[in-house]
């Protein structure tokens, strides 16, 4: 235990119910919900007040190191009953009275693709795949709010100091613009729509049960051209050559996702139309956001109609708002907390 290391599954459920407790422990049992401000004419998230019952407002720390359980289970059973501990409620969730555990799942059980129930293969997806997309989020939030300070000091006169313009740099390279481009910047680091990420998981990945879900944690079915990057499709034409991209976690597949998003020039539409809702002070829509991809997939606007069905059928609209358990500063856990399968 001093790496913070559980081997639980010799120990199974109470170990399982000891983990959770250690996880839950270490984190704080509020949520902060975003509002919206407009800062020289340049939109960014700031953190205001919780809805009654999450408790007092709380500005999000993007240098804090957060406590997590980083987990991976060879059988989805393992994976139901650890989630039971957490009392992981989508409902409550959906209703906007209980934060979402921090629980990243690393790969899939290997069975999980046998999960034949649609309702228990939907409820399991929503478990593993909101986490993940809010985790990613919490993460573009931090940049976006680094990156709105320095816009705002740069509009009152003070141009970024050494150690902000070489992360300027930085992050500009890493999304493809110009550093001194504000606007730009500022439409290109933000976070994704929840409700739209897990519709285009939905789609993409046959509710995480595909093959390049499976073998490759690839929820989103982004392509590669490069050799070896990823599974070649099963169906894929004479003369193509490209791959579904793997990775090595789920939570890179998705950080893929929100990157593509934000940076390829086929999503420029998408960009400049969460620009105009955050400038409008608006929470994302992902409905409207959804009516920009026809170039996410050949199908074009088939496929925008099958998002729109998606969303809409699962209601998946409710989870806009979700939000991550807040959690302390590093201190009872200064490393993820891991729940291993040591065979």
């Not at 816009?151 to 992360?167: I, Q, S, Y």
């Not at 595909?210 to 690839?218: D, L, T, Y």
């Amino acid at each position: 235990m001093g790496d913070h290391r559980i081997t639980a599954w010799t120990l199974r459920r109470a170990s399982l119910t000891a983990a959770a407790a250690a996880l839950l422990a270490a984190a704080a049992t509020v949520a902060a919900m975003p509002a919206r401000e407009v800062i020289g004419g340049v939109p960014l998230v700031v953190f205001a007040a919780a809805p009654p019952g999450l408790g007092e407002p709380q500005r999000y720390a993007p240098n804090w190191q957060h406590s997590a359980a980083h987990v991976s289970f060879p059988e989805v059973a393992d994976l139901r009953d650890f989630i039971d501990t957490l009392d992981f409620d989508l409902a409550a969730v959906r209703a906007g009275t209980r934060p979402v555990p921090r629980v990243f799942l690393a790969t899939l059980p290997d069975d999980y693709h046998r999960l034949e129930a649609v309702a228990a293969r939907k409820r399991t997806f929503l478990h593993v795949v909101l986490p993940l997309v809010l985790r990613v989020n919490e993460e573009l939030r931090a940049e976006r709010v680094r990156l709105a300070g320095i816009v705002a000091r740069n509009h009152a006169g003070a141009p970024p100091a050494a150690t902000d313009a070489e992360w300027l740099a930085a992050l500009a390279e890493r999304y493809d613009a110009v550093p001194g481009d504000w606007v730009e910047l500022m439409r290109r680091v933000d976070t994704v729509s929840p409700a739209l990420a897990l519709a285009q998981a939905a789609e993409e990945s046959g509710w995480a049960t595909s093959r390049f879900a499976r073998e490759g944690n690839a929820v989103f079915g982004q392509w590669s051209w490069r050799a070896g990057s990823g599974l070649v499709p099963a169906r894929r034409d004479d003369g193509a050559g490209h791959e579904v991209r793997s990775f090595d976690t789920l939570l890179d597949s998705v950080r893929a996702y929100a990157a593509n998003l934000n940076t390829h020039p086929s999503y420029e539409r998408f960009r400049i139309a969460r620009a105009a809702l955050r400038a409008e002070r608006r929470p994302l829509d992902a409905a409207a956001l959804a009516a920009t991809l026809d170039a996410y997939s050949e199908r074009g606007s088939y496929y925008i109609e099958t998002l729109h069905t998606i969303l809409r059928a699962n209601r998946l609209h409710q989870f806009e708002s979700a939000r991550l358990a807040p959690s302390e500063p590093a201190t009872a856990l200064s490393r993820p907390l891991l729940v291993q399968n040591d065979g």
